[in-house]
């Protein structure tokens, strides 16, 4: 079986989602795969930071039976090889094709797909530059995690000043991406809007399959040995 989540969003003040997380990888075994689409933690300041959380996060994730593969989110972007190998895991690169019964899908974190958004398209564009990256790695810890701090608040301020049709996917920009990865199935997190849209094309029905964030539930998307996909929430 192959498994895709998202958005966990694993931090300190959030137990009840990290327990969860815990539990959930226990429960996956040898022959399964298991597939992180982006923000595996709510914040991440590069692959020097750690703390007891965040080693018990990693020991959980290196002791998981499942071959497991992470994508960056827009709060995780900074993880790199060296937390790879630390966990077992594997970096997926985003976009990603893989196959699913004989069949191509498209996996994203699906943040790039929200154009409308363009003050984040313009903060994502800097944030996922090398050289940027580059230049944050190499200040010290504490003056990262003071960064994040405030780049948490002015996100909040800004989902709280922008329409939610801003903020989600833009249609065209789904269509275009899946017509140029040569796709008629899309799975990705980041909105936070769980759905299984089906929509019918001039020729073939494109299927976008929108993971939800862990709060009060996890949400998963299993696909069985013949490819079939089923979207679900389970409780915490």
């Not at 996922?128 to 810890?141: E, S």
Request: aromatic letters at 8%; charged letters at 25%.
């Amino acid at each position: 079986m192959q498994y895709f989540i998202s958005d966990l969003h694993l931090d300190e003040s959030r137990p009840k989602v990290a327990e969860g997380f815990l539990r959930y990888l226990r429960d996956l075994r040898p022959r399964d795969q298991l597939y992180i689409l982006g923000d595996l933690f709510e914040v991440w300041v590069g692959d020097d930071h750690e703390t007891p959380f965040i080693q018990s996060m990693s020991q959980s994730l290196l002791d998981c039976e499942a071959e497991t593969f992470i994508m960056h989110g827009n709060r995780d972007f900074l993880i790199g090889p060296a937390f790879a190998e630390r966990t077992g895991t594997h970096l997926l690169e985003d976009p990603k094709v893989i196959e699913l019964g004989g069949q191509p899908v498209l996996l994203m974190h699906g943040d790039s797909l929200c154009t409308r958004d363009e003050q984040y398209m313009t903060v994502r564009e800097q944030l996922r530059n090398p050289q940027f990256q580059a230049q944050l790695l190499a200040q010290p810890v504490e003056a990262r995690l003071a960064i994040a701090s405030g780049a948490r608040e002015k996100s909040t301020a800004h989902k709280a000043s922008t329409d939610l049709f801003i903020m989600d996917v833009t249609p065209e920009a789904v269509f275009d991406t899946m017509k140029m990865h040569d796709v008629t199935t899309l799975i990705h997190g980041h909105t936070h809007r769980p759905f299984d849209h089906q929509n019918q094309g001039p020729d073939q029905t494109y299927r976008r399959l929108v993971l939800g964030d862990w709060h009060d539930q996890g949400w998963q998307i299993s696909a069985d040995d013949g490819g079939r996909l089923a979207l679900s929430s389970f409780t915490l």
